[in-house]
């Protein structure tokens, strides 16, 4: 991707509104506060038959726990457990201990749970299933440029999402796991947790701020580095991006000279998108898929579909920039623009830490002159927010987010070394998004972790992989070594 220079986003004049979010917080330490119930606002039930019970549930919250008569959010869950007719109906069917799943993002809602091939295991094993969509995603008082402009202007609108990082979503938990137990004997009250990618790094928070709360805790792929600012992140990130991308050219050798016969056509044509435009950069992106099985051969598809419009047509068909299209998805998750470098900043600001370690970095320049233009992967830079109309919206809003740095604390060092609960992750040698050794290290800070570790899965292995995955992660749990 092209870095935007700083000169072409003018958004401050004499008054500079990042100055109110600079001053450097007198004590970052994670808080342990108790959280009120959360409201249960509604809850439907219906059946996927032959399969699941599932219960539709709707929760209000505050948006800043600190103010918890101010003002709220609305939340919504999905309950899951077996479909069951028994002949007499048992009087504590209703108290299965709870699994809740916390997803991979930020920004990204559940699915529909029948789309999980991990449930079936868990409900398997006893537990009931929680899909939680995280504050601001899925029907979780969504979070777009449209409903962000309700807040007020571009800084009152920061000072709101600065409320939905990981600290939030586990009070958020919090708050619903005293409303769902509430009826549950004092001792059962407990519940267990399952983090994909993101939510492993909100488990992490969760075990920092309400260990006590916790029966257990599942990771797969979401060790969070435990850092204060993206850049050591990154550093190490560039460099499994970097491999997949000579694994990429390695397998498909003639797409080096595709790759750039595309990136020269959108460098000299304006081409658009139902999302925005089709800019070199925004191409660049598409390297996201690397990290996913299956994403080498996902990408060359589009690379050849693109080369072989240009070749028979001159132009790129609406099937080839639909797909194109499809793979971005920048403008449906607003809150994974803005705060995805926040999600590793506690006291410091991240002043777009990506588009900084990408600009000292000539293999990911997009120019003719290189032997091989390399994809860039999951990363957010500052060019997303003018080839993208949704994201055109609150460039100002995510400017003022990168400059903040009075981030609080979303882990407690001393508080994980003195772990109680039993923490079982799944953890990638090759995953591209969460750096191996930058989770090792984590692992390691974690007392009483175990570790499945393979080099055999990638990043997604949970939904690709899902039987193999759960199956690891509950011979952890179960002690199978012996």
Known sequence: MLQSPASQHGFFSAVDPLCLFHSEPSDIRPTHESTMAAKLVERQ????????????????????????????????????????????????????????????????????????????????????????????????????????????????QAQYLKHFRADNIVRDCEAIRKRLTEDYPEDQRKWSIIGQSFGGFCAATYLSQFPGSLREAYLCGGLPPLVNEPDPVYSRTYEKVAERNQAYYAKFPEDVQRVKKIMNYLAANQVSLPSGW???????????????????????????????????????????????????????????????????????PSLWAADRRRAASPQFQISDSQPEIYFTGEMVFKDMFDSYTELKQVQEVAEILANTSDWPALYDEAQLAKNEVPVYAATYIDDMYVHFDLASNTAAKIKGTKQFITNTMYHDALRSRSGEVMRQLFNLRDDSID
């Open 45 to 156: 039930f219906h059946n996927v038959p032959g399969k699941l019970r599932v219960a539709e549930l709707f929760f209000d919250v505050p948006v800043d726990y600190s103010k918890p008569n101010g003002t709220t959010l609305r939340l919504f869950a999905r309950s899951v457990t077996h479909f069951n007719k028994p002949v007499e109906p048992t009087k504590d069917e209703n108290k299965l201990p709870w699994l809740v799943y916390l997803q991979g993002g930020p920004g990204f809602g559940c699915g529909a749970p029948q789309n999980y091939g991990w449930v079936e295991p868990a409900l398997t094993k006893g537990y009931q299933v929680l899909f939680l969509d995280q504050r601001g995603t899925g029907l979780s008082s969504t979070v777009t440029a449209g409903t962000l402009a309700r807040q007020g202007d571009a800084i009152k």
């Open 278 to 348: 089709l800019t070199p950069a925004r191409f660049q992106q598409l390297g996201i898929m690397f990290g996913f099985h299956g994403g080498v051969d996902s990408l060359h598809e589009i690379v050849l579909r693109a080369w072989n419009d240009l070749k028979i047509f001159g132009s790129l068909t609406v099937p080839t920039l639909a797909t194109i299209d499809a793979n971005g998805g920048m403008d449906k998750n607003i809150i994974y623009a803005v705060l995805h470098e926040a999600i590793y900043c506690q006291g410091k």
